[in-house]
Structures are given as C-alpha cells and as structure tokens.
Nanobody, 119 residues
Framework: QVQLVESGGGLVEPGGSLRLSCAAS????????MGWYRQAPGKQRELVAT???????NYAAAVKGRFTISRDIVKNTVYLQMNSLKPEDTAVYYC?????????????WGQGTQVTVSS
C-alpha cells in the first residue's frame, strides 16, 4: 500500500513563499508522473503543476514563473516551491503520484495541506 503524506502548508502574507513536500511511503513502486493540484472553497480541483519521471514539467498559467515542482528520487519526495504568493493561491493543495501497472496507471493522492495567503 502506498501512502502520500503532504506537509509545508500554512498561513503566509501576500508576496511570501512556502515549500510543500509530498513524501511517498509503503510498498515500493515506480513513479511515472507526479503533480500538485489545488481546490479552493466552492471550486473544482485544478492542476497546478506536473512533472514526468523524465523531468518534463507543466504549469498552470496562473502559477507559471512563481511555482516550481521538483523531485528528490532518493527521498521519494515531490516538492512545490511557491513564491510571490497571492491571495488567490489560497486553497487545499494535493499531491498525486502515478505509477504504471499492468492495466494502465494507478494514481495515489495525498490528504491535502491548507495554504492560506492573507495579510
């Protein structure tokens, strides 16, 4: 069983920075892709950033140039560095890791971590 545990959320003032972490534990598995998503109150969950195992990244237009997704293979951890935070970045942030399986792809989700940007 694979578990993803997120950390690093909190309250930050506009213009500030946070780094989210998502650590995978449990059964060993190969990761084909990883990503961060967010869900603000009353809104649907949306993609923030993704990264393939090969290192290709993709960012939502709203965060491009401010957020960076990265990975520590040894620690089996994915990070989201968030700079120049804005109030509209306030949301619960979720990480996802995808693993190839016989029938396709298995997705694993973290429990979410709250990010609040406010003065």
């Amino acid at each position: 069983q694979v578990q993803l545990v997120e950390s690093g959320g909190g309250l930050v003032e506009p213009g500030g920075s946070l780094r989210l972490s998502c650590a995978a534990s449990g059964s060993s598995f190969s990761i084909s892709a990883m990503g961060w998503y967010r869900q603000a109150p009353g809104k649907q969950r949306e993609l923030v950033a993704t990264r393939t195992a090969g290192g290709a990244t993709n960012y939502a237009a709203a965060v491009k140039g401010r957020f960076t997704i990265s990975r520590d293979i040894v620690k089996n951890t994915v990070y989201l560095q968030m700079n120049s935070l804005k109030p509209e970045d306030t949301a619960v942030y979720y990480c996802k890791m995808s693993s190839p399986v016989v029938w396709g792809t298995q997705d694993y989700w973290g429990q979410g971590t709250q990010v609040t940007v406010s003065s």
